[in-house]
């Protein structure tokens, strides 16, 4: 059983000295248990703070444990009367090619659903960011405009395209030209923004003529900057995600810019509501029958960055933080 484990805690981007590839036996099912198979590991942006010992709405790995992560895997021993070798269930059996469960947590997966891969993306806990957020939090109107940035991954790429079902203009912030032309080209944004680009702010703002309703936050940062001015009185702010800051260990340097925030969210009544997509667990049965249904006819696509082999993970985690993956990324495990 091969499996990575936290080294030691990163400051600042995670390299390879902060993660270790174990061999050890592999866990044999006792009695009411099942052997776990991992077929596909999810690799998220939350993890970087699983990482820290930092205070957060989730307890922090311990150093030599397994990195935790969402997986597919494959019952291959079974000693619980509910699962059957063969099964394939959604676990958390974290970066392992083999783990043991009691079987609470599992959810069985019926592979006519869609590709097992997908219940790590736009079937599975980022698709539900995205439809929750956005349409608890958001709640787009015919007409306005929503902007979201890491619009190509698999969170923002389904809020824009969700958002455009909806009836309002998706406006999407990505990296680099190729990632923009996904957005327009593929998924019909009606507009995508490089925020690499020099003049960025500029652009967002040719690109939002009527100003911001919605804005998704997925990075923070000089992303955040250029949107705060465009946003429109009672625009909503669903704050999902700060991936531009995860890898900062302190503050960045310069003047105390809270007043400016802190102004614009009185004189145009803004809404910022942070959330946890764990917070609209109600809505997961609305969720994949819309989300489903849109996909099986065709109305959403989503896009996967496929890594192979446990080994490699690491690299790839901590490439997604700076944009290096172009859509969700997973690891082809088995
Ligand atoms: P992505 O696959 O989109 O990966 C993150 C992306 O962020 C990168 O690909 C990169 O895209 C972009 N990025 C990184 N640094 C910057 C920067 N400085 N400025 C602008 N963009 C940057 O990830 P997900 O779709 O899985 O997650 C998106 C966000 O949603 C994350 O912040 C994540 O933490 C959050 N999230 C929150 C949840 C919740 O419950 N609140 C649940 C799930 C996700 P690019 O190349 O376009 O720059």
Same mark, same amino acid.
């Given at each position: 059983?091969?499996?990575? %484990?936290?080294?030691?805690?990163?400051?600042?981007?995670?390299?390879?000295?902060? *993660? #270790?590839? !174990?061999?050890?036996?592999?866990?044999?099912?006792?009695?009411?248990?099942v052997l776990?198979?991992? #077929?596909?590991?999810?690799?998220d942006p939350?993890?970087?703070g699983?990482?820290?010992?930092?205070?957060?709405?989730?307890?922090?790995v311990?150093?030599?444990?397994v990195?935790?992560g969402?997986?597919?895997?494959?019952?291959?021993?079974? !000693?619980?009367?509910?699962?059957? !070798?063969?099964?394939?269930?959604l676990?958390?059996?974290?970066?392992?090619?083999?783990?043991?469960s009691?079987?609470?947590?599992l959810r069985?997966? /019926?592979?006519?659903?869609?590709?097992?891969?997908?219940f790590?993306?736009?079937?599975?806990?980022?698709?539900? $960011?995205?439809?929750?957020?956005?349409?608890?939090?958001?709640?787009p109107?015919?007409?306005?405009?929503?902007?979201?940035?890491?619009?190509?991954?698999?969170?923002?790429?389904?809020?824009?395209?969700?958002?455009?079902?909806k009836?309002?203009?998706?406006v999407?912030?990505?990296?680099?030209?190729?990632k923009?032309?996904y957005? $327009?080209?593929?998924l019909?944004?009606? &507009?995508?923004?490089?925020?690499?680009?020099?003049?960025?702010p500029?652009a967002l703002?040719?690109?939002?003529?009527?100003?911001i /309703?919605v804005y998704?936050?997925?990075v923070?940062?000089? %992303? *955040?900057?250029?949107v705060?001015p465009?946003?429109n009185?009672?625009?909503?702010?669903?704050?999902?995600?700060?991936?531009?800051?995860?890898?900062?260990?302190e503050?960045?340097?310069?003047p105390?810019?809270?007043?400016?925030?802190?102004?614009?969210?009185? +004189?145009?009544?803004? +809404?910022? #509501?942070g *959330?946890?997509?764990?917070?609209?667990?109600?809505?997961?049965?609305d969720f994949?029958?819309? %989300?489903?249904?849109?996909?099986r006819?065709?109305?959403?696509?989503?896009?996967?960055?496929?890594?192979?082999?446990?080994?490699n993970?690491?690299?790839?985690?901590?490439g997604?933080?700076?944009? &290096?993956?172009?859509?969700?990324?997973? %690891?082809?495990?088995?």
């Amino acid at each position: 059983n091969r499996r990575i %484990v936290l080294a030691a805690r990163p400051h600042g981007e995670p390299k390879p000295e902060h *993660f #270790r590839l !174990e061999e050890g036996r592999t866990p044999a099912p006792q009695p009411g248990e099942v052997l776990l198979r991992t #077929r596909w590991l999810s690799l998220d942006p939350y993890m970087r703070g699983r990482m820290s010992a930092a205070k957060s709405y989730a307890k922090p790995v311990e150093i030599g444990e397994v990195m935790v992560g969402q997986t597919v895997s494959e019952v291959v021993a079974s !000693e619980n009367p509910a699962f059957a !070798e063969g099964d394939l269930v959604l676990a958390n059996a974290g970066w392992q090619e083999f783990a043991v469960s009691d079987g609470s947590g599992l959810r069985r997966l /019926d592979p006519a659903d869609g590709a097992p891969s997908q219940f790590l993306g736009i079937l599975g806990m980022p698709g539900m $960011t995205a439809y929750t957020g956005l349409l608890e939090i958001g709640r787009p109107q015919p007409k306005e405009t929503v902007v979201v940035a890491a619009a190509a991954g698999p969170v923002g790429s389904l809020v824009g395209q969700i958002a455009r079902i909806k009836g309002a203009r998706a406006v999407g912030i990505a990296g680099g030209a190729e990632k923009c032309a996904y957005l $327009t080209e593929t998924l019909g944004f009606d &507009a995508a923004v490089d925020h690499r680009a020099n003049d960025f702010p500029d652009a967002l703002a040719r690109a939002c003529p009527d100003g911001i /309703d919605v804005y998704f936050e997925n990075v923070g940062g000089a %992303v *955040f900057d250029a949107v705060l001015p465009l946003l429109n009185d009672f625009a909503r702010v669903p704050v999902c995600g700060l991936v531009a800051g995860y890898n900062l260990s302190e503050l960045p340097s310069g003047p105390d810019r809270s007043p400016v925030l802190m102004r614009a969210i009185l +004189t145009k009544r803004l +809404t910022l #509501r942070g *959330f946890i997509v764990w917070d609209f667990a109600a809505m997961q049965d609305d969720f994949l029958r819309d %989300v489903g249904g849109w996909l099986r006819a065709g109305r959403v696509k989503a896009r996967e960055d496929v890594v192979e082999g446990l080994e490699n993970a690491p690299a790839a985690f901590a490439g997604m933080l700076k944009g &290096a993956n172009f859509g969700k990324l997973v %690891v082809k495990v088995a």
